[in-house]
């Protein structure tokens, strides 16, 4: 055997990996990305992985803009000249001699990070390949002025964002970098937050995810997943002004267009391609729209349908269905829906004369088990059920029984059912039978 395939689980996990990837790299081809870090990024002995991880994104043609942070840089600089660090409500108080050394800062970071991406990086495809790399000054600022008797000096927020002059560099293929700095039109500088910049910028280009890399590890749901609605609950309840700010950035984005915002720990190898590429994440994802939803299939369903159901009816917990037979009755089916992958399925098969529904083809992809995800499936077919005029459901099962009993099923006769599925019944799988009446709404 060749040396090469001496360990063909390895083989076999890297084809699995690629193409669980692929639908990602295709659905992310030519979208806009605004990936946003702290200064401290800069510091860090994995910074160039996470330049190789950038560069990877480029590649594949994302649009990529750049918003980086400065803040350990300032405070360094403040520091080895003696001069006082202020702040008031989390932010910075910017005076003249601060803002000194925020440019200074700003500057130095600009050129160590294009300096940083115009290597050509082995082990990627820029090799002796560098990126087109470009920053401006494509942000106008207004200084926050004084709040609650605090003069907030040269600290400024994100008055207009030139979306224009950046979707152009983007077009030319370029990455754009971004600092936390703002310009006014009387000629002023202004010291901004890597956050508001971040989602101004996001907002302007209408961004398909905007990605920020945390120092800190937050996490605001144990499931990785959060719609905007629900980050807007969290906001009104959560008191840290870290977490306060942070939500209340990414609920901005969401509501203004941006369509997913990610959180992910900065220290996390691979994290950036580990959330974006697979479907579990290692990350929070923000959701302008329900990442999950219910709904009935359609023709176009069928074969992730199959690929759903096929290990389970391998095992004998479902009765085999052919193609064929899943495209006569797919109308009959409900799916649940992660990320435009399907992770559950239910049939809803209605015997009107008898005001009966049989409860079929109860299946949860097993990455996805434990989320409450078969209830969500049974809670749909009841609601259609009840729509059709039907007061009850009956499952046949030979797995699964404490499961459904569990959920107000109760044990019945052969008898019970209609007779149309009587006489169907297969007497050498020996399913055993249960009834659930439904509730009226």
Same mark, same amino acid.
């Given at each position: 055997?060749?040396?090469?395939?001496?360990?063909?689980?390895?083989?076999?996990?890297?084809?699995?990996?690629?193409?669980?990837?692929?639908?990602?790299?295709?659905?992310?081809?030519?979208?806009?990305?605004?990936?946003?870090?702290?200064?401290?990024?800069?510091?860090?002995?994995?910074?160039?992985?996470?330049?190789?991880?950038?560069?990877?994104?480029?590649?594949?043609?994302?649009?990529?803009?750049?918003?980086?942070?400065?803040?350990?840089?300032? *405070?360094?600089?403040?520091?080895?000249?003696?001069?006082?660090?202020?702040?008031?409500?989390?932010?910075?108080?910017?005076?003249?001699?601060?803002?000194?050394?925020?440019?200074?800062?700003?500057?130095?970071?600009?050129?160590?990070?294009?300096?940083?991406?115009?290597?050509?990086?082995?082990?990627?495809?820029?090799?002796?390949?560098?990126?087109?790399?470009?920053?401006?000054?494509?942000?106008?600022?207004?200084?926050?002025?004084?709040?609650?008797?605090?003069?907030?000096?040269?600290?400024?927020?994100?008055?207009?964002?030139?979306?224009?002059?950046?979707?152009?560099?983007?077009?030319?293929?370029?990455?754009?970098?971004?600092?936390?700095?703002?310009?006014?039109?009387?000629?002023?500088?202004?010291?901004?937050?890597?956050?508001?910049?971040?989602?101004?910028?996001?907002?302007?280009?209408?961004?398909?995810?905007?990605?920020?890399?945390?120092?800190?590890?937050?996490?605001?749901?144990?499931?990785?997943?959060?719609?905007?609605?629900?980050?807007?609950?969290?906001?009104?309840?959560?008191?840290?002004?870290?977490?306060?700010?942070?939500?209340?950035?990414?609920?901005?984005?969401?509501?203004?267009?941006?369509?997913?915002?990610?959180?992910?720990?900065?220290?996390?190898?691979?994290?950036?391609?580990?959330?974006?590429?697979?479907?579990?994440?290692?990350?929070?994802?923000?959701?302008?729209?329900?990442?999950?939803?219910?709904?009935?299939?359609?023709?176009?369903?069928?074969?992730?349908?199959?690929?759903?159901?096929?290990?389970?009816?391998?095992?004998?917990?479902?009765?085999?269905?052919?193609?064929?037979?899943?495209?006569?009755?797919?109308?009959?089916?409900?799916?649940?829906?992660?990320?435009?992958?399907?992770?559950?399925?239910?049939?809803?098969?209605?015997?009107?004369?008898?005001?009966?529904?049989?409860?079929?083809?109860?299946?949860?992809?097993?990455?996805?088990?434990?989320?409450?995800?078969?209830?969500?499936?049974?809670?749909?077919?009841?609601?259609?059920?009840?729509?059709?005029?039907?007061?009850?459901?009956?499952?046949?099962?030979?797995?699964?029984?404490?499961?459904?009993?569990?959920?107000?099923?109760?044990?019945?006769?052969?008898?019970?059912?209609?007779?149309?599925?009587?006489?169907?019944?297969?007497?050498?799988?020996?399913?055993?039978?249960?009834?659930?009446?439904?509730?009226? *709404?």
């Amino acid at each position: 055997m060749s040396e090469r395939f001496q360990h063909p689980e390895q083989w076999q996990q890297f084809v699995a990996w690629f193409r669980h990837a692929s639908p990602y790299i295709h659905a992310h081809r030519g979208k806009t990305f605004v990936v946003s870090f702290e200064g401290s990024a800069l510091d860090s002995a994995s910074f160039q992985r996470l330049i190789h991880d950038i560069a990877l994104l480029h590649s594949i043609g994302i649009r990529l803009v750049l918003v980086h942070g400065a803040r350990l840089q300032i *405070e360094r600089n403040l520091q080895e000249r003696g001069v006082p660090m202020q702040y008031a409500e989390g932010m910075r108080i910017t005076d003249l001699a601060a803002l000194q050394q925020v440019k200074a800062a700003c500057g130095q970071m600009v050129s160590d990070i294009t300096a940083a991406l115009s290597m050509g990086l082995s082990d990627s495809p820029h090799n002796h390949s560098p990126l087109k790399l470009i920053s401006g000054n494509f942000i106008s600022a207004r200084p926050l002025g004084v709040r609650d008797g605090v003069d907030f000096q040269y600290t400024g927020e994100v008055r207009r964002v030139d979306h224009q002059a950046i979707s152009q560099q983007l077009d030319n293929g370029f990455v754009v970098l971004i600092s936390p700095l703002g310009y006014s039109p009387t000629g002023e500088v202004f010291n901004l937050s890597v956050e508001d910049v971040a989602t101004s910028v996001a907002i302007s280009l209408k961004a398909h995810k905007w990605v920020s890399l945390s120092e800190t590890p937050i996490s605001y749901h144990h499931n990785g997943y959060l719609t905007a609605q629900e980050a807007a609950q969290l906001l009104q309840e959560n008191q840290d002004p870290a977490c306060f700010r942070q939500l209340r950035n990414i609920v901005r984005a969401c509501q203004n267009g941006v369509e997913r915002v990610h959180i992910i720990e900065r220290s996390i190898d691979g994290g950036i391609l580990l959330e974006l590429f697979s479907r579990e994440g290692v990350g929070t994802m923000i959701s302008k729209d329900p990442f999950e939803n219910l709904r009935h299939a359609t023709i176009n369903d069928v074969r992730g349908i199959i690929d759903l159901i096929t290990p389970l009816e391998e095992q004998g917990i479902l009765v085999k269905r052919s193609r064929e037979k899943l495209e006569t009755e797919i109308n009959q089916f409900v799916i649940q829906e992660r990320d435009s992958a399907i992770v559950g399925c239910a049939a809803l098969y209605p015997y009107p004369d008898e005001k009966l529904g049989e409860l079929a083809c109860l299946a949860v992809h097993q990455h996805y088990k434990g989320g409450q995800r078969g209830d969500a499936l049974l809670g749909f077919v009841e609601h259609t059920a009840l729509q059709m005029g039907l007061e009850k459901l009956f499952v046949l099962t030979t797995r699964t029984a404490h499961w459904f009993l569990e959920r107000g099923f109760v044990h019945a006769d052969i008898d019970a059912l209609p007779m149309a599925k009587r006489q169907l019944y297969n007497y050498n799988r020996q399913s055993k039978v249960f009834i659930k009446p439904l509730q009226t *709404e």
